[in-house]
């Protein structure tokens, strides 16, 4: 992996990049492909290995223009997927995941989460999540959209302390992670994955980010992604179709944020003053 991209580590002490590649609404329509294709694969030259992706997206059409994406090089790269709730029971899990590998013609996964909270019990998706780990498909599971009483209630459970990551949505503004989530799984060593961080594309439009972003030359898009790279425990998955974006994306890593900047963002985006239930979207 080129040093450029600095890492958090994993509870299993592994080494992961801060800044990844979403690919929610890829693999959705045919004359896109190729631009999807070639921005993945821009995003690897540039050294974001770690590439997120699930079932849900295109229905498996995500994971296919990744398995394109990441041809050769599959062993540099950081496989992220994710199982549906409603297929996360103990014969579910398997099929599901066996599904996802044919997707993305590869052997394992290297991080597959549990998508949402759903109404298959905790434990019995545990213990297929460490059932796919003795098989070898999987090398690492986590879970995506748990707020903090979710992440108790997993962490209680046998194995349930091997969770490696929870991906939420966080970024400017949706701040309310801060709050307790946060710094609740900071404190357990657990990484929070930031989807949408650039809220969809809406922070890149944002005047008052725009006015903090230009005192380095940089865009708001790259003033937002490295305000979530800033955070100890962090780790950034933007989707970008466009090569543009990609590049930006990548150079937001070397923006770093003054105390004053820190200042002016929490004017413009106020942190928590109070618990809100978690948001997805
Ligand atoms: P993002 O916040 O990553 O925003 C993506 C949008 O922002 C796209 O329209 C993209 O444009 C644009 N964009 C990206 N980089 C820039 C830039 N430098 N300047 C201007 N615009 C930019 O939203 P997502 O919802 O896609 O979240 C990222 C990833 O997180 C998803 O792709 C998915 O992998 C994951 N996710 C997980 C969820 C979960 O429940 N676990 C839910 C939602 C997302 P363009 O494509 O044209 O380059």
């Not at 995500?62 to 950081?78: H, K, N």
């Not at 209680?156 to 799984?185: C, H, K």
């Amino acid at each position: 992996m080129p040093s450029t991209i600095r890492t958090t580590t994993l509870p299993s002490g592994e080494a992961v990049p801060v800044l990844g590649q979403g690919t929610w609404k890829m693999g959705e329509d045919v004359r896109r492909r190729a631009d999807e294709i070639n921005a993945l694969k821009l995003g690897l030259d540039l050294g974001m290995m770690l590439i997120d992706t699930a079932e849900m997206y295109a229905s498996g059409g995500a994971e296919e223009v990744v398995a394109d994406a990441i041809a050769g090089l599959r062993d540099e790269v950081f496989l992220v997927s994710k199982v549906l709730p409603s297929n996360a029971s103990r014969t579910g899990v398997p099929a599901a995941c066996d599904r996802s590998l044919r997707h993305l013609r590869t052997d394992r996964i290297d991080l597959y989460l549990l998508h949402w909270p759903g109404s298959v019990p905790l434990a019995e998706t545990v213990e297929a999540f460490e059932a796919l780990k003795k098989a070898g498909k999987i090398r690492h599971w986590g879970v995506s959209n748990f707020d903090t009483h979710e992440m108790q209630e997993l962490i209680s459970l046998p194995a349930g302390g091997s969770v490696q990551t929870n991906q939420i949505l966080y970024n400017l503004s949706q701040r309310g992670p801060e709050f307790d989530l946060a710094p609740w799984s900071r404190q357990r060593g657990i990484p929070l994955m930031a989807y949408s961080p650039v809220d969809q594309g809406v922070l890149a439009r944002n005047a008052r980010l725009e006015a903090i972003a230009a005192r380095h030359n940089a865009t708001a898009a790259q003033l937002a992604l490295a305000w979530v790279m800033a955070q100890d425990g962090l780790i950034a998955i933007p989707k970008a179709g466009r090569q543009e974006h990609v590049r930006q994306n990548v150079a937001a890593l070397d923006i770093e944020l003054t105390s004053e900047d820190f200042a002016d963002i929490d004017r413009a985006f106020p942190p928590p003053t109070r618990k809100r239930g978690l948001q997805m979207i």
